[in-house]
């Protein structure tokens, strides 16, 4: 069974920034891509930026150029550094996991981002 731990969250101030961290455990099969995605309250679930394991990415509009995901593969971890954070990007983030042919979701963590 595939584990998902998920750090780095928290409290910044608008402008500032914050590293999440992804960590896979307990799968002995390649993870084939990993994801960040966000929930803010009322709103569903939305991707915010993806890799895969040839280090293809993709972003949200709304984060391009302020968010850069990226993955260290020896460790099944995946990385999202958030710059320039606004107060619109506060919400729970969720880390996902693809292990062909099943996708895991780590329990998420929150970001807020206030003055």
């Known amino acids: 069974q595939v584990q998902l731990v998920e750090s780095g969250g928290g409290l910044v101030q608008p402008g500032g920034s914050l590293r999440l961290s992804c960590a896979a455990s307990?799968?002995?099969?390649?993870?084939?891509?990993m994801g960040w995605y966000r929930q803010a309250p009322g709103k569903e679930r939305d991707l915010v930026a993806r890799?895969?394991?040839?280090?293809?990415?993709n972003y949200a509009d709304s984060v391009k150029g302020r968010f850069t995901i990226y993955k260290d593969s020896s460790r099944n971890t995946a990385y999202l550094q958030m710059n320039s954070l606004k107060p619109e990007d506060t919400a729970v983030y969720y880390c996902?996991?693809?292990?062909?042919?099943?996708?895991?979701w780590g329990q998420g963590i929150q970001v807020t981002v206030s003055a």
């Open positions: 996902n996991a693809l292990f062909v042919p099943t996708t895991y």
């Open positions: 307990g799968s002995a099969f390649r993870m084939n891509a």
């Open positions: 890799i895969t394991n040839g280090g293809i990415t």
